[in-house]
């Protein structure tokens, strides 16, 4: 019989020509002649519920066969209806043996262990990235759901997930990230933290570099961390560098990037070896929230006619309607957050965008303040000035791209920015005094970027920039000048690790030369004068200024390129400058990646979370923040948080 048209090799496999492997067992079984008996009688001896399980498949889809034959019409007993039907048995009785394992008979046996447990750790990751309460698994309906979709699939119990699924996730995490960072030769940090609506307080820690080996962006959350300390600089310094030395990584941290709160920043200076670099967008939303009182009255008005919108349905159905009768895309009107500066520049552009139909709906609903030519002109011109701030704000927070190498471009932008919007005629004069405090923060707040050596580094050794990133050629040779001297420091090092091991073997060279005669041609030593003399000339920082300028010669990428490929391909030419790359672009320019531990997308997390306890056992692993495929960190479920500091 054709083995692939038997049934009874569904549950076997040939392991030659005389004999099989059951797929329950693993046991090996005769089968000569192409008999299949052997195989049957092991099958009810050994596994008698999926022999069972066959017998009645085999069993119902041979009286199910029968039924559907008693249903063919026999009006015209004829020779030719008899001949018909005939075949028809033959056929169907046939299939009986040619039909695969039932379902129940599938179903019916116990899941494999492996497969039950990457159902378990699925199970362990969707619970800790999407912050899902341990108690779902007894939850009856979900019990249901999952049973229908796998009857052979046990839920753990809570106990299960919390004390052995979850904490073998955080460990297999912990091992994945430190085998990661295996791979970084320097790191720098972030740092944010926060108070809950329970009144606890987290710091989380992120690091941040580039993979020596792949030449690729990485960040890891290392952890959120319940923090029962005072927060002064002193305990947040020693929680920071214990931490940092319990992931072994004490000495690859350089750099610290954490907003302006005068603990944090204590605390990072306190390490001689850690230099701090203030969140740009903390700098960013201290210059957009100081301009929003010089507008604090049309701020007022549109706000209130907002909520009004939110709190009515009625009126928020005149709004979608009155938009559909004008041939206007449905929009909803946006309500903003006192602590964040773009939500109020949403909330104005949504009002522009949606200005007829607005306009039309407050007349006819009669009972609010109506917005005005002028109240919508300052909304306006607000909206064009801070549309840039948003636009710098999206660029330097992003987590996939370098970022540390724009920021004096894009401050530079952003002053050349207020100063045109300054000298605009006609302006409003709130407008105006809104444009000149703004002006004067931003010059305090932005002042001395290019003196920065690590923003000013990262922008000369970024192929996208170079020289062009640089507002004047005082800074550019400034800059140049402190890049040529940490080049050369790095030959000098190179030179002299070189020289070490020359040392030992010339040593070696010379005990086997002593017993050899050494002699020395006349005609070789002017030859041997003028090399030791070029030899000579060349330093470590002539060799510097040579890469150098050479790099520098290589024409600009285009500006929305990855440099870190760039620098992938160019490395071994450029390859003392390269390590000077590690150091600077793996820095992001903001502490943003770090608060967004407890947002999604930007937002505060829902109030669901603030019912999660910072018990140890609620301890996960978090979900990458790429879109790749692994865990990027290990952290608490976190509950909804606050800045802290």
């Known amino acids: 019989m054709d083995k692939k048209k038997c049934e009874t090799w569904n549950n076997f496999e040939v392991v030659d020509g005389e004999k099989a492997k059951c797929n329950f067992c693993s046991n090996t079984i005769s089968y000569k002649g192409g008999s299949t008996a052997n195989l049957m009688r092991h099958l009810k001896r050994k596994h008698i519920v999926q022999y069972e399980a066959r017998k009645k498949r085999s069993i119902e889809i041979l009286e199910k066969n029968i039924d559907e034959l008693d249903n063919v019409s026999v009006s015209e007993p004829s020779h030719s209806n008899l001949t018909t039907i005939t075949p028809i048995i033959k056929n169907k009785t046939a299939s009986v043996t040619k039909t695969q394992v039932s379902i129940d008979a599938y179903t ?15 199970l362990g990751i969707m619970m800790a990235k999407e912050y899902q309460p341990f108690s779902l698994v007894e939850n009856k309906e979900f019990k249901k759901f999952v049973s229908l979709l796998n009857p052979s699939y046990s839920l753990p119990s809570r ?14 995490t912990r091992e994945k990230v430190k085998r990661s960072l295996d791979n970084a030769s320097y790191i720098a ?5 926060w108070t809950s609506v329970n009144n606890e307080s987290y710091v989380a820690v992120t690091v941040h570099f580039i993979d020596t080996e792949l030449c690729v962006l990485k960040s890891h959350l290392l952890g959120c961390y319940y923090f029962e300390l005072s927060h002064t600089a002193i305990n947040l310094s020693t929680f920071l560098n214990n931490y940092f030395e319990e992931w072994s990584i004490v000495n690859k941290v350089k750099i610290a990037i954490s907003d302006n709160a005068s603990n944090i920043t204590a605390a990072i200076s306190s390490n001689k070896n850690w230099k701090h670099i ?12 100081c301009g929003l009182e010089e507008i604090k009255q049309i701020h007022k008005k549109v706000k209130k006619i907002v909520e009004h919108f939110k709190r009515s349905s009625q009126a928020a159905a005149k709004l979608k309607n009155t938009q559909i009768q004008m041939n206007y895309p449905v929009l909803k009107l946006k309500q903003d957050v006192i602590t964040r500066w773009n939500s109020t520049y949403n909330m104005f552009n949504r009002c522009l965008e949606t200005k007829d139909p607005l306009v039309s709906t407050l007349a006819m609903i009669g009972n609010t ?5 002028s109240d919508f002109n300052l909304m306006d011109y607000y909206c064009k000035l801070f549309k840039p701030f948003k636009e710098v704000t999206i660029e330097l927070s992003s987590e996939k791209g370098v970022s540390i190498s724009k920021v004096i471009v894009l401050t530079n932008a952003l002053l050349s920015h207020i100063k045109t919007m300054r000298t605009e005629k006609n302006l409003p004069l709130d407008i105006y005094s809104m444009i000149l405090k703004m002006e004067n923060k931003a010059e305090n707040r932005f002042a001395g970027m290019e003196d920065n050596s690590t923003f000013a580094e990262a922008t000369l050794i970024d192929p996208r920039f170079k020289k062009k990133g640089f507002s004047s050629e005082t800074y550019y040779t400034r800059t140049y000048q402190n890049v040529v001297r940490k080049i050369s420091s790095i030959i000098k090092r190179k030179r002299q690790s070189i020289n070490q091991e020359e040392n030992i073997v010339t040593d070696n060279e010379q005990i086997t030369m002593s017993t050899e005669k050494k002699e020395t041609f006349e005609i070789w030593k002017e030859f041997d004068s003028q090399v030791k003399e070029v030899t000579t000339v060349r330093t470590d920082t002539s060799d510097a200024i040579v890469e150098l300028d050479k790099f520098l010669n290589e024409p600009l990428i285009p500006r929305k390129s990855d440099p ?3 620098w992938k391909e160019m490395k071994r030419i450029y390859l003392n400058i390269y390590h000077l790359m590690l150091q600077r672009l793996g820095v992001p320019s903001t502490s943003v990646p770090c608060e967004r531990t407890f947002s999604k997308a930007g937002y505060t997390q829902t109030d669901r979370l603030s019912i999660l306890s910072c018990d140890p056992d609620h301890m996960a692993a978090a979900g990458d923040k790429s879109c790749d495929t692994y865990y990027n960190g290990v952290m608490y479920n976190p509950p909804l948080l606050t800045p802290l500091y």
Do not use: F
């Open 564 to 566: 870190l490929v760039w």
């Open 278 to 289: 203030p969140c740009l967008a903390h700098s960013i939303n201290l210059i957009a929230q």
């Open 189 to 193: 940090m972030s740092t944010d933290g």
């Open 369 to 373: 303040e109506m917005l005005t030519a």
């Open 159 to 172: 106990k299960t997930i919390t004390y052995n699924i979850l904490l073998q996730l955080l460990e297999n």
């Open 108 to 122: 019916s046996r116990p899941m494999p262990i492996s497969k039950s447990k990457k159902i378990d750790e699925q």
